[in-house]
Nanobody, 121 residues
Framework: QVQLVESGGGLVQPGGSLRLSCAAS????????MGWCRQAPGKQRELVAVITSGGITNYSDSVKGRFTISRDNAKNTVYLQMNSLKPEDTAVYYC???????????????WGQGTQVTVSS
């Protein structure tokens, strides 16, 4: 059974910083992409940032230049460093991993339970 556990959310003032972490555990053969999505109240879930196993990254325009995604393949962990936070960044942030449990099994997507990020003065 694969689990993704996020941590690092909380309340921060505008202009502040937070660092999210997400660790994947369980029976894992290989993790392809890892990433972060977010969902604000009344809005659809949106992709924030993704990173491949080789370290190639992609960001949504709304966070480009402020957020940095990174990963530690040895620890099956992905990070999201969020700087210059704005009130519109307030949302539940979800970790996602595309992986194979076994070499012969299909590639599937797994999600974390979400962590709340609130940007407010």
């Amino acid at each position: 059974q694969v689990q993704l556990v996020e941590s690092g959310g909380g309340l921060v003032q505008p202009g502040g910083s937070l660092r999210l972490s997400c660790a994947a555990s369980g029976s894992i053969f290989f993790i392809y992409t890892m990433g972060w999505c977010r969902q604000a109240p009344g809005k659809q879930r949106e992709l924030v940032a993704v990173i491949t196993s080789g370290g190639i990254t992609n960001y949504s325009d709304s966070v480009k230049g402020r957020f940095t995604i990174s990963r530690d393949n040895a620890k099956n962990t992905v990070y999201l460093q969020m700087n210059s936070l704005k009130p519109e960044d307030t949302a539940v942030y979800y970790c996602k991993a595309d992986l194979r449990v076994r070499q012969w099994q299909e590639r599937l997507s797994y999600w974390g339970q979400g962590t709340q990020v609130t940007v407010s003065s």
